[in-house]
């Protein structure tokens, strides 16, 4: 199995490839105010949740989501919930794919395709029209990272921003941020339980092989070790609602 199968595994229970609870999800969508006929585009969008709540949200919005290993679980879901005619799912290198300008442009958790947040804030700039809304979501360090946390995540002080430098990194990019939210610790573990608890789950009741249940419990025992004893506490993640302020506003 490669790493794309389990992380799939992983977000069974979890659509969202965030901490963020589905309530959240929709109350920072609800900040996103689009023409009603107008096209959104979800860079890195995984199963698709954000697009498709947002165009459950907007009904006349049509959508576009991009991601370079996209589950097969996006399109299943658009078709269960009606919206297959107002979205394209579309399996490109976020990085690189350009396609016009959109009202709105969604990018959560998925700043490492573009080489880190400021790349990932230019790319947002790169495809939202003049005017328009973004919604990005990041992780942040809640304090200064321990020794742990830094050693589970491989990962340096000055990988990520805590939450000022977060929002001052989107101002310098010609945004405002309007709404926002920090995951709570109650979404960070339910998201990593869920995340750990799904492999687990499949591991002793799916496996088709003692190879695969094995390479799974190990995965899902790495991960959740490296949760408890690194970035638990450490680890914050921030999505922010912005709007395009690079150009003066009429009147
Ligand atoms: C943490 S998940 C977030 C998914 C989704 N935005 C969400 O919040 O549910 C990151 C996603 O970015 C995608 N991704 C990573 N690198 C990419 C790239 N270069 N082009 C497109 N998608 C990419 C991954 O396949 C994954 O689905």
């Keep these: ?4 199968q389990i992380f799939d595994i992983a977000h069974r229970r979890h659509p969202i490839a965030a901490p963020v609870a589905p309530e959240r999800l929709r109350d920072l969508l609800s900040w996103l105010s689009p023409p009603a ?18 165009l459950l949200a907007q009904p006349e919005l049509t959508g576009v989501g ?3 290993m996209l589950p097969t679980t996006a399109a299943e879901r658009t078709a269960q ?9 579309i399996e490109a290198d976020a990085s690189t794919w350009s396609d016009g300008l ?10 490492h395709a573009f080489g880190g947040l400021e790349d990932m804030l230019t ?11 973004a919604l990005i979501g ?19 002080p000055e990988d990520f921003p805590n939450l000022a430098g977060l929002v001052w990194a989107t101002r310098e990019h ?25 492999v687990v789950d499949w591991a002793l009741r799916e496996a088709p092989t003692t190879a695969d249940r094995d390479q799974a419990l190990t995965v899902a025992r790495e991960h959740r070790d490296a949760w408890l004893g690194g970035w638990r506490r450490q680890l914050g993640f921030a999505t922010l609602v912005l709007h395009d302020v690079s150009i003066p506003s009429a009147g």
Aim: net charge negative; hydrophobic share 35%.
């Design 123 to 133: 790319a947002v700039r790169r495809h939202l029209r003049p005017g328009g809304q």
């Design 102 to 111: 959109f009202d709105v442009v969604l990018c959560v958790g998925a700043s």
């Design 138 to 156: 990041d992780t942040i360090w809640e304090g200064t990272p321990s020794t742990a946390a830094l050693t589970a995540l491989d990962a340096s």
């Design 66 to 68: 991009i991601d370079h």
């Design 37 to 54: 006929s107008g096209g959104a585009v979800d860079l890195g969008c995984g199963e698709g949740e954000w697009l498709q709540e947002l």
């Design 81 to 89: 919930r009606g919206l297959d005619d107002r979205v394209r799912w």
């Design 174 to 198: 010609g945004f405002e941020p309007s709404y926002g939210h920090t995951s709570t610790l109650a979404e960070w573990d339910d998201y990593e339980f869920t995340w750990t608890g799904s």
């Design 1 to 4: 199995m490669d790493r794309s």
